[in-house]
């Protein structure tokens, strides 16, 4: 379909004796958005700064549309400059000695673009962002939203030929972060522009990527198409990363090409069958069983003939207006289950969770764990 | 009135016994022990004396060491600054009221000019109090004074030195036998003068030619384009490299260490015209009612004594008029003591820097130089 | 509810009372230290009698400022020999500046203590030795080049305009990254990236952004540097005076060392500058007045250096080079001439000894002068820091009605050059009551040395002040702490970097200077520079020198300490 535009190929970068991007490897194509999505300290922003060049890997390359652009190893670097990049920083560093104008123009300025031609594109890509009025105002008496803006503008006024987005929306009040996530997926889809996009917030990855990379510690632990990433996480992080898990613990009794089942202590206990298992498991394991809460149903008693149903205590109902959240007990694990408001359940009943096979996940557990 | 007739008879001769110093000599003997004694505990309760002296190393160095040993109790506090400065230190702190200084020792030009006029001086001859001080025998020529009052600055020093220098690769000491040789045009941008608008040798040379030569001859001299500097040592450098041919104004002090290392810097033989004689920096003022009036006692005989002009000859490198204390050596370093080589006439013929010659010599030169130099 | 509103209007009038309070002690402290012995100058400008006689008040020392033959002349070089400087030297500055404290530099901790060390030199022995390298007749440096088939003429002599200019460069640049470093490293490295990915390489993205972002500092340091290139004087006076070239301070200087001095003609002719000088305060203040950045805030904030990549090493060589050329060529020289007979002369008998270092070692007076050094230094620095942070943090962070004034204050020692204002604060403090039992003792020294070092130290301090956001500091406010506390526990920790240069750098000055101690010490306060000013005087050049070697390690030794502990505590917060 579209083609292949960026490649980056065993990234490591080291600050110390650590590792801060240990081999990461992504691809890009052409008009898509990848976003970078993980905890902060997770090597997201470093990865980013070395697809624009203020940091150089310390071993692998980056290609674009088959053009070295860096390589340890070929010792190969092209400075930011000559990138043909464009960046929306988390702080928007928008310069506060010229006005939004002169901001925007800076770019074209530098490259001897005719003043007329300025003029045009400046006020053309103002218009784009909404700030077609705020040509002669100063910097410094900007909003974050528009300093956002102007940062935006900035960016997009050379045409480049990737957009790169470190946290832009971080600084901003969650309305305003709401709105701009829109528009930008608007304007993204309009200018067709490739984009990588890094966030520590998942729900703006979801939006707004076409691939996610999910990453921790340096790594790159998934990537894939934003449902895939939420449906089929390929490790535990990303499952707990990625959406609301509910964890249990338990021992994988039998492991079938089909499926598996898990033995879970606790008041009463059961076997679970589930069909997304870890690859790594083996049979007598002692494993975590995550849960996707929204696959859950909620049952006064024990459906006959049905597997996967897990008995637990209602200890606490709590009325949020659109939903009642149920904090519920099996055993050890406590957890949280938001029902809708018409059930009639109350404190300290029994009650039933009936869980798919297909959303229950099987990981290997982590020595040391002790949850 | 009876008794009025005695208390006058009686005045008068406490008056004539205190003036003439051959009253009744054991019994002066006698006094002038106890009145020493006295003055030392009254000084050790005083604790320091505050003494204004020329900028010299050497010189704070060896008056603080020998002081410090003869006199254990009364510490010498040492005020060591450029002349001009320091006399117009005390003057302002003498007039806002704030005692601090006893005694200021140096040329005379700063001291005339700024402390006279302020009458901020003591008489000095009430704190002699050892008759080695005290006795004009053991000066040459007695005792002299700088003030046209003879009693508020003293002069213990009396020398002549070869104040003109030269570089003996550049120039032959027959090339220049008169002042006026100065003027020829070979010597154009050669010649290096001590700055004669601040006080020092620069000033007395300077004021000397007007003296001798009239200010006339200065205007010549000026268009030679001298090197004019504040800095002694500079302008011995200047010397020693051959960047002049010819200094005024700096001492041999100063070329002590060209000569030690055997460059071509040497004295010219005294031109025609002859040089200027001076007490240098050896004038002694007090500044008046001292903070410490029995220390200051203590220290002006020591100063005038045969130990402090061996020490103030030997630091500055120039010669008292103290006949006991020896200063043939000072020949070695171009200075010829009045009192080995001159009459009493002899140096106040060519002195420049008495009161009297302050006025009438330096004061016109002065100006001239202010209006000459650029 | 009643009780709450009446604890509100209780507790809001005592805060604003505290900020007023502190900013009327402030002026009223500064004013007393700056107007009275301005004010002083100004007076004795049209008093014309001579020392000593009663006082006649009149116009002829105005008369000779401006008449006085060579006015002109030395006005022309005053300003041609400071602009050039300044222009030559900003430029190196900026450069040094952003290279130290935004790059990858290797060694910049080790290369920007050089530049500082270079600011610290005392101006004369390094004159001397330039003298000794660039002299036209036997300066080495001339005598080797003409070992050269084609070179027929000395190529440089120091004793010329461009000598005077070259002289001053170790200075010049030194304060220049002195002011710029901390200044450049808070700058958001993210303004610099963003230009970079715009398209524009490290030079461009220099002069482009961060040059006009960090005008203030810039102009601060112009000013500063400028103020302080006109009153320079040792060197003129050195270099300049042999060969005609008069400045306006050497001018100064002649008329004060005349006898009896021409204090009136010498103060009128300061007058004249502290006009030019506030000139420039007020284009200054214009200029800021319009544009003041906060460009630190509490989010987003990065330093990340900037990687020179190739060019890594090759300014790494090139700013060692001349840090070697600005620190290590001269110290060495000084210490060469320790051990001389005679200062720079290497081809005599015996041109070697010990006897120097001897000599001072056996001066009992050396183990005083180090400790009233120490005294007067640590004392000075100590109150300095204190005392210019309040000062620039009421002008910088308060909304006071009188801290324009304040700020204006402040400046106003700058204006007097350093004979001048010696002679300015002796008659203040002779002549003030409230002074009168602390006169002669090393406290004056201190307030001495701290009203000197103030302009510096304020605009420093205030520089780096209105770099900072007021996010930081609002939220400390907000959540509970009152005013003094936001101070000590906010403010202090975060520019605790520029608090040290400020601290160091009065003790620095304090341990150096010579013409302020020189009228306010007295024989028991002596410090070392006033040793070094003996032997000088006495035109004992080489123990000048031991001691200015002295002078030299003790600087050191606080820029380490100060580096040590500056560094320790950066890393903990």
Not at chain 1, 186 to 198: A, D, G, M, N, P
């Amino acid at each position: 379909m579209s083609r292949l535009f960026l490649q980056a190929r065993n990234l490591v970068k080291r600050f110390g004796p650590t590792a801060a991007v240990n081999n990461v490897s992504f691809e890009v194509k052409k008009g898509e958005v990848l976003t970078l999505l993980g905890p902060s300290g997770c090597g997201k922003t470093t990865t980013l700064r070395m697809v624009a060049g203020f940091e150089q890997p310390d071993e692998g390359e980056i290609e674009i549309e088959n053009t070295v652009i860096v390589s340890a190893a070929k010792r190969i670097f092209v400075p930011p400059e000559k990138r043909r990049m464009g960046m929306v920083f988390q702080s928007y560093a928008v310069w506060p000695h010229m006005t939004v104008f002169e901001n925007v123009a800076y770019p074209l300025k530098r490259r001897g673009v005719k003043k007329a031609a300025i003029q045009e594109k400046v006020s053309q890509v103002l218009e784009l962002v909404g700030l077609g009025k705020m040509e002669s105002r100063p910097a410094t008496l900007l909003s974050g939203g528009q300093q956002q803006r102007v940062a935006l503008a900035r960016a997009l006024v050379y045409s480049p030929q990737i957009l790169l987005l470190d946290e832009p929306l971080s600084n901003l009040d969650a309305k305003l972060r709401e709105q701009m996530r829109v528009e930008l997926k608007e304007l993204q889809k309009r200018l067709s522009i490739t984009v990588i996009f890094v966030t520590h917030d998942q729900i703006e990855a979801m939006t707004l990527s076409d691939q996610l990379a999910v990453m921790n510690l340096g790594e790159i632990h998934q990537i894939a198409p934003p449902r895939e990433i939420y449906e089929r996480p390929r490790t535990r992080f990303v499952q707990e990363f990625i959406g609301r898990v509910i964890w249990l613990e338990g021992r994988l009794a039998e492991l079938a090409p089909g499926g598996a089942s898990v033995e879970i202590a606790g008041d009463e206990p059961l076997s679970i069958f589930s069909r997304r298992i870890s690859e790594d498991v083996k049979k007598g394991d002692d494993v975590i069983v995550g849960i996707r809460p929204e696959s859950i149903t909620l049952a006064k008693e024990k459906i006959a003939g049905e597997s996967n149903q897990l008995p637990c205590l209602l200890e606490k109902r709590l009325f949020l207006g659109d939903r009642i959240e149920c904090h519920l007990r099996y055993g050890n694990a406590r957890f949280t289950l938001a029902t809708p408001i018409t059930e009639s359940f109350s404190n300290g009943q029994k009650v039933c969770l009936c869980l798919p096979p297909d959303s229950v996940f099987i990981w290997t557990k982590p020595t040391g764990l002790t949850e | 009135m009876r008794y009025f007739h005695v208390a006058l008879r009686i005045a008068c001769l406490a008056l004539v016994s205190a003036l003439l110093p051959s009253g009744s000599a054991r019994a002066a003997q006698a006094g002038w022990q106890e009145e020493w004694s006295k003055t030392v505990e009254a000084a050790k309760k005083e604790g320091k004396v505050v003494v204004s002296i020329p900028a010299s190393a050497d010189l704070r160095k060896g008056m603080e060491e020998s002081f410090g040993r003869r006199f254990p109790g009364i510490q010498l506090e040492l005020f060591a600054a450029r002349g001009g400065e320091a006399t117009r230190r005390i003057v302002d702190e003498y007039k806002a009221g704030v005692r601090y200084f006893d005694i200021h020792l140096g040329g005379t030009t700063s001291v005339v000019l700024e402390f006279l006029p302020e009458n901020m001086l003591d008489p000095i001859e009430p704190y002699f109090v050892l008759p080695e001080v005290k006795d004009p025998k053991n000066w040459w020529a007695g005792h002299m004074w700088i003030d046209k009052a003879r009693k508020y600055v003293y002069g213990f020093q009396a020398y002549t030195f070869a104040n003109v220098w030269y570089n003996a690769s550049l120039l032959k000491p027959e090339e220049v036998l008169s002042y006026d040789d100065f003027l020829n045009p070979k010597w154009t941008g050669k010649i290096g003068i001590l700055d004669p608008r601040t006080p020092g040798a620069g000033d007395s040379t300077w004021s000397y030619l007007y003296m001798v030569k009239g200010e006339e001859f200065l205007k010549k001299l000026v268009a030679q384009k001298m090197l004019v500097d504040r800095n002694q040592r500079q302008l011995a450098e200047a010397l020693a490299r051959g960047k002049v041919a010819l200094t005024l104004g700096i001492t041999e002090y100063t070329f002590l260490p060209y000569l030690q290392a055997g460059l071509p810097v040497k004295p010219l033989p005294t031109p025609r015209e002859g040089t200027y004689t001076t007490g240098g920096s050896g004038h002694l003022t007090i500044i008046k009612n001292p903070p410490h009036p029995n220390a200051t006692k203590v220290y002006v005989n020591w100063l005038l004594g045969k130990e402090g002009q061996e020490i103030f000859s030997k630091g500055l490198g120039q010669g008292t008029r103290r006949l006991d204390v020896d200063t043939k050596w000072l020949k070695e370093v171009g200075v010829m003591a009045a009192k080995d080589f001159l009459t009493p006439e002899q140096f106040l013929a060519r002195e420049n820097q008495s009161e009297e010659k302050v006025e009438t010599v330096r004061k016109p030169a002065l100006a001239i130089s202010k209006k000459l130099f650029r | 509810m009643i009780h709450e509103s009446t604890l509100n209007t209780k507790a809001r009038p005592i805060r604003v009372d505290l900020a007023f309070l502190l900013t009327t002690l402030l002026l009223a402290l500064v004013a007393f230290a700056v107007l009275l012995p301005l004010g002083i100058l100004i007076v004795n400008s049209f008093q014309v009698a001579r020392p000593g006689a009663p006082a006649v008040f009149g116009l002829e020392g105005w008369r000779e400022a401006v008449t006085s033959p060579g006015i002109l002349s030395a006005v022309e070089y005053t300003f041609s020999l400071a602009i050039i400087r300044q222009i030559v030297a900003l430029f190196v500055g900026i450069i040094l500046a952003w290279l130290i404290a935004r790059t990858d530099l290797p060694a910049k901790g080790w290369l920007e203590f050089a530049f500082w060390l270079s600011f610290f030199f005392p101006a004369l022995p390094l004159t001397l030795g330039w003298i000794l390298l660039l002299d036209p007749k036997f300066g080495l440096i001339n005598q080797w080049l003409m070992n050269l088939p084609f070179v027929h003429e000395p190529p440089f002599n120091i004793y010329s305009f461009w000598g005077i200019v070259w002289a001053h460069m170790t200075g010049s640049i030194g304060v220049k990254v002195l002011l710029l470093t901390p200044a450049f490293r808070n700058l958001n490295a993210e303004l610099e990236e963003s230009s970079r990915i715009a398209g524009v390489g490290p030079l461009g993205t220099l002069f482009h952004v961060v040059v006009p972002v960090m005008m203030p500092a810039i102009l601060v340091a112009t000013i500063l540097g400028l103020i302080r290139s006109l009153e320079a004087f040792e060197i003129e006076l050195i270099l300049g005076v042999p060969v005609g070239i008069n400045v306006y301070s050497t001018k100064i200087y002649e008329f004060v060392s005349h006898s009896p001095p021409h204090f009136s003609t010498a103060t009128a002719l300061s007058t004249i500058f502290l006009a030019v000088l506030l000139l420039l305060v007020a284009l200054q203040r214009l200029y800021l007045g319009r544009r003041i950045y906060t460009t630190l805030t509490g989010r987003g904030f990065s330093t990340r250096p900037i990687a020179l990549g190739r060019w890594r090493y090759p300014a790494f060589i090139l700013v060692a080079a001349l840090g070697l050329v600005v620190t290590v060529v001269p110290s060495l020289f000084l210490l060469l001439g320790t051990f001389m007979k005679l200062f720079g002369h290497f081809d005599i008998r015996g041109a070697w000894t010990l006897d120097n270092w001897r000599h001072i070692f056996n001066d009992p007076v050396l183990l005083r002068s180090l400790w009233n050094t120490l005294a007067v230094g640590m004392g000075a620095g100590l109150a300095g820091a204190v005392l210019f942070s309040l000062i620039a943090y009421v002008i910088a962070r308060t909304q006071v009605a009188g801290r324009w004034l304040l700020d204006f204050l402040s400046w106003l020692p700058w204006s007097i050059p350093g004979v001048l204002l010696s002679v300015a604060l002796f008659w203040t403090f002779l002549q003030t009551p409230v002074f009168r039992p602390i006169y002669g003792t090393i406290y004056l020294l201190i307030i001495a040395m701290v009203i000197k070092g103030m302009p510096i130290g304020v605009q420093l301090i205030k520089s780096v002040l209105m770099q900072l956001g007021n996010e930081m500091e609002e939220a400390a406010r907000i959540s509970g702490g009152n005013w003094l506390s936001t101070y000590c526990r906010i403010v202090v920790p975060l520019i605790y970097p520029a608090l040290l240069t400020v601290g160091l750098v009065t003790f620095i000055s304090a341990a150096r200077d010579i013409s302020t101690v020189v009228l306010l010490g007295r024989g028991e306060s002596r410090t070392l520079s006033l040793l070094m000013l003996d032997y000088t005087v006495g035109a004992d050049f080489e123990k000048a020198t031991v001691v200015a070697v002295m002078i030299v390690a003790l600087v050191t030794l606080a820029a380490l300490v100060a580096r040590a502990v500056g560094g320790q505590i950066s890393v903990r917060s």
